[in-house]
């Protein structure tokens, strides 16, 4: 009886089928997303438009982590890349649509934050890190955590920039703006070191206190950040290293 009911649902259209399921959990990431679009344009129909749509932001979950304008930029970046691929039809009104169903799904998970513990060191700052890491990974990428004012994540760790084996750049203003988008009263970041060392660069110092300086003017502190290399970690914070220029002098 299941496999009938299986194989007369997936003959139906995504609509109808989660009607007939009784949840949306039997539609793809695609179908949901093209549900919420509705429609098209020639050439690249709801359903390409969605697939197009999830690839230019690397899947699903980056997309629902965007607000208005990163959804804006990210679109024009990918049209840019991919002139034969272009996403068609996502205009003013669709693109506050789904600014608008992204900050309610942001809002959701965010009121869910009371069952997670909160990061009150660098071990489980590391922790929170690790869980997102790929195992392997052979570039520098750079993470920020967002906090509530108790210190509780309001979200899993967000990838802020993907850098090569010896370097990735990041901007304060990105990490900020992510900071912003969550409404955290903290933030933790993290980058890793694919070559093993624990030594942090003149550049990871650099941005370290930037990231102090924009945090105090912003109200928004930066609690930690830590260098990840294989089993091991540096932390500025552990290291009294978290200082602005007002503290120095």
């Not at 965007?66 to 009104?93: A, C, F, M, Q």
């Amino acid at each position: 009886m299941a496999n009938d009911f299986k194989s007369r649902t997936t003959e139906l259209k995504p609509r109808e089928r989660i009607e007939a399921a009784g949840s949306a959990s039997v539609a793809s990431a695609v179908e949901l997303l093209a549900i919420i679009l509705k429609t098209g344009a020639a050439g690249c129909d709801v359903m390409e438009l969605s697939r197009r749509l999830i690839d230019a932001f690397g899947g699903v979950e980056e997309l629902v982590k965007t607000d208005l304008n990163t959804l804006k930029s990210g679109v024009r970046e990918y049209n840019r890349r991919n002139p034969e691929r272009k996403i068609l039809g996502l205009g003013r009104v669709k693109m506050l649509e789904l600014a608008a169903a992204f900050e309610l799904a942001r809002r959701g998970y965010s009121g869910r934050r009371d069952a997670k513990k909160p990061i009150l060191s660098s071990e489980e700052a590391v922790a929170a890190f690790r869980s997102v890491m790929k195992v392997g990974t052979e570039k520098e990428t750079f993470w920020a955590l967002p906090l509530d004012a108790k210190k509780r994540p309001l979200a899993e760790a967000q990838v802020v920039s993907i850098g090569t084996a010896n370097g990735v750049s990041v901007h304060p203003r990105d990490v900020f703006a992510l900071a912003v988008r969550w409404n955290a009263t903290g933030i933790v970041v993290a980058h890793n070191h694919p070559s093993g060392s624990l030594s942090p660069s003149k550049r990871d110092d650099s941005l370290t206190n930037g990231l102090c300086e924009a945090g105090k003017m912003m109200g928004i502190p930066l609690v930690d950040h830590v260098i990840l290399a294989d089993d091991s970690y540096y932390s500025y914070a552990d290291n009294d290293r978290l200082r602005t220029r007002d503290d120095v002098h």
